[in-house]
């Protein structure tokens, strides 16, 4: 059986702008995505600054921003990500993609063994500070076809673009992969769990693709739904949390029992239920908590910081969800970067392909997924991100 290594690479990032009224009800600030796919090209091409793909990423005319002293009394509620509900924007419509049926892209996907590159830019897509980006190895993009984007807004009035979903939708060979990111409700009082819950069957019944052959030729035609995918990754700040007080959770944590912490998981309490995500699948969790850390430090915020700030429980808000036949986790690890409240985590998958006439990529296809851009295979990224830091905060403040 021969192994295509890192023959799909996905990243996804939460709040790539800060969540303040500007960003939020104003024009999409699309500088620090930018900035993302271009380290991700680096790491992906060993280091060398290349061009990321990006010439179809059309910047649209800057509509004048709301004025803040209008939305001053948001601004508290967002920064905090406010727990009965956020204030979020429409989902925008910047989308990078770069696929073996769009001529505009032709140029930037004809990728020759000779020019070094070893990864496309498959499709890219921002929805406020929402971000998931697909790559695919270059001599395997002529066969991604039917490739789309679909967007779901769960902010205020259950519409806007800060909570929700990016889902991206594309074939190998027969084979139908649908990427699905999100960010849902926040909150860890008792009821929360079940506004996430809605979220998921929102997100499942407005995600809508639009139907496309397979192949060219072929009469098979694509999925219109997340469902109706042959494989299915979710992942993202899933905002679940613990059903326990901070003092059991403390003493807990203290002692690494993460199998007893787990067993106060809401994910799996409502899994186990049958109230969200049934017939999917998690890997086991061998590490800490990824949520919520002080800033540029391995210490959880449990204590609130000042006055009238809120008592933060530790749970495992990033996760990592497939389903689908052929589909095997070999691993699934969380990142120690300091300079975000999450920890990221990472995970690498191998995928069966169905039906394909190409032995090789038939064998398996091996995916790589990422929150928060950690590369758990290179220290490249890891490197660049840290460096990069003071300069994305800056360009999306």
Known sequence: MHFLVLSFGM???QEIVPLNAGNVLGAEDRGPAL??????????DNNKKRPFLAHNYTNATQKPRISFSDLLSMEDRM????????VDRKTSDNVVSCSSGDEDSSEACSLGSGCGVRYCLAAGKQMVGIFLCVWVRADLM????SLEVSCVGRGIMGYMGNKGSISISMTLCH????FVCTHLTSGEKDGDEARRNLDVMEILRRTRFPPSHRLSGSAAVSPATILGHDKILWLGDLNYRLAAGCGDTDELLHKNDWPALLEKDQLHIEQRAGRVFTEWQEGRICFPPTYKYLHNSDRYAVKPAKFGDKRRTPAWCDRILWRGKGMKQTWYIRGELRFSDHRPVCSLFSVQLDNCEDEEAAAVIQIVLKLDGKDCVT???????KKSRNSITKHGS
Do not use: K
């Open 35 to 44: 900035q993302w796919l271009s380290l991700i090209r680096q790491a992906l």
């Open 11 to 13: 990243d996804r990032f």
């Open 142 to 145: 002529q066969q991604v076809t």
């Open 175 to 178: 084979t139908t992969f649908c």
């Open 79 to 86: 920064d905090e990500g406010e727990e009965d509900g956020e």
């Open 379 to 385: 220290d490249f990224l890891n490197g660049m991100m």
